[in-house]
């Protein structure tokens, strides 16, 4: 899973692009990525969101992070 704030100051755009190829195209394994629009580095830091487009971004975000590991990590029951 990629969360990718728009306005990264820290995590240049290309290599943005290299690692979402290199994961998309794995053959096994879930991949989900996702772009924030203006959001920037660090967004789901509480102390970012005073910015209210990084406050939005970590709103949206977090319910999917969640679901996200849900949906990875079932484990079916074993029987015996």
Request: glycine share 4%; proline share 5%.
């Amino acid at each position: 899973m990629m969360l990718y704030p728009e306005q990264d100051s820290l995590v240049p755009w290309e290599s943005f692009t290299r690692l979402q190829t290199a994961l998309q195209s794995r053959s096994v394994g879930a991949s989900i990525v996702h772009v924030y629009p203006g959001a920037e580095h660090g967004f789901s830091e509480r102390s970012r969101h005073g910015n209210s487009v990084n406050a939005d971004a970590y709103a949206l975000s977090w319910p999917q992070v969640l679901q996200f590991i849900r949906t990875t990590t079932e484990s079916t029951a074993i029987t015996a």
